[in-house]
């Protein structure tokens, strides 16, 4: 792979997709990626492989996907579980994920961070806070979205405008994912967010000593004379 490239309709809808802006292949890059197999869910009867590209910037038309081939072998991202499923213009849909974790019952935790574009450096006005960090739960053997489990986080537990909702671990027994926040920005420092699946109550746990450290101050060095 030089770039990540999607299972398109066709190569049509390949090239509009790069003339409206919505596709740049450069700014698609792979952060993340689970695997399920029947090691990890007798649901999973063959393995399935499923990368993530987060929305860093414009021009990702899908963040989670499946792994997938064309007729000469050569891998593909196929959107997961729907073009629909990522659009990235309607909140309700998976807008930016990091990462996920899939449990023995073979359900995907998807963590979504909600706000995307922050790193278009060049092009600050593109960053967009419009739609709230939420946690969703996939079917992996259907591909379902289990819609009535999904849960919005509130802003007191992860700020809407600077919350990062980065990894996942989960406690199997009573159905609750911790999830690490690596904001660290002015709404945000960062923090341990607890989301129980049964209950759906979250909460947020911080500790300040946990925070980045502030860059050291920047030396600039006088030439000497000679």
Same mark, same amino acid.
């Given at each position: 792979?030089?770039?990540?490239?999607?299972?398109?309709?066709?190569? =049509?809808?390949?090239?509009?997709?790069?003339?409206?802006?919505?596709?740049?292949?450069? %700014?698609?890059?792979?952060?993340?990626?689970?695997?399920?197999?029947?090691?990890?869910?007798?649901?999973?009867?063959?393995?399935?492989?499923? *990368?993530?590209? *987060?929305?860093?910037?414009?021009?990702? *038309?899908? @963040?989670?996907?499946?792994?997938?081939?064309?007729?000469?072998?050569?891998?593909?991202?196929?959107?997961?579980?729907?073009?629909?499923?990522? !659009?990235?213009?309607?909140?309700?849909?998976?807008?930016?994920?990091?990462?996920?974790?899939? !449990?023995?019952?073979?359900?995907?935790?998807?963590?979504?961070?909600?706000?995307?574009?922050?790193?278009?450096?060049?092009?600050?006005?593109?960053?967009?806070? @419009?739609?709230?960090?939420?946690?969703?739960?996939?079917?992996?053997?259907?591909?379902?979205?289990?819609?009535?489990? @999904?849960?919005?986080?509130?802003?007191?537990?992860?700020? %809407?405008?600077?919350?990062?909702?980065?990894?996942?671990?989960?406690?199997?027994?009573?159905?609750?994912?911790?999830?690490? !926040?690596?904001?660290?920005?002015?709404?945000?420092?960062?923090?341990?967010?607890?989301?129980?699946?049964? =209950?759906?109550?979250?909460?947020?746990?911080?500790?300040?000593?946990?925070?980045?450290?502030? *860059?050291?101050?920047?030396?600039?060095?006088?030439?000497?004379? %000679?």
């Amino acid at each position: 792979w030089t770039s990540m490239q999607f299972a398109w309709p066709s190569a =049509e809808a390949r090239a509009r997709a790069i003339s409206s802006g919505e596709y740049v292949p450069e %700014h698609n890059v792979m952060t993340g990626l689970k695997v399920c197999g029947p090691h990890v869910s007798p649901r999973c009867v063959k393995e399935m492989v499923f *990368p993530t590209i *987060p929305r860093w910037r414009t021009g990702v *038309p899908s @963040t989670l996907n499946m792994l997938v081939h064309d007729d000469k072998g050569a891998p593909l991202l196929s959107p997961w579980p729907s073009w629909a499923a990522n !659009d990235p213009h309607d909140c309700s849909k998976i807008q930016y994920v990091q990462s996920m974790e899939i !449990d023995p019952g073979g359900v995907m935790w998807v963590i979504d961070v909600g706000r995307k574009y922050f790193a278009e450096f060049d092009n600050p006005a593109a960053a967009d806070n @419009t739609c709230p960090p939420k946690i969703l739960f996939i079917d992996v053997a259907t591909g379902t979205i289990l819609e009535n489990e @999904t849960y919005v986080f509130p802003t007191e537990v992860c700020p %809407h405008d600077g919350c990062f909702l980065n990894d996942i671990a989960l406690d199997l027994v009573n159905q609750v994912g911790f999830i690490s !926040d690596t904001a660290n920005n002015a709404s945000d420092l960062g923090g341990v967010i607890v989301s129980s699946r049964r =209950e759906k109550p979250s909460r947020r746990l911080e500790e300040r000593a946990q925070d980045a450290e502030p *860059p050291p101050p920047r030396q600039t060095e006088t030439p000497r004379r %000679h």
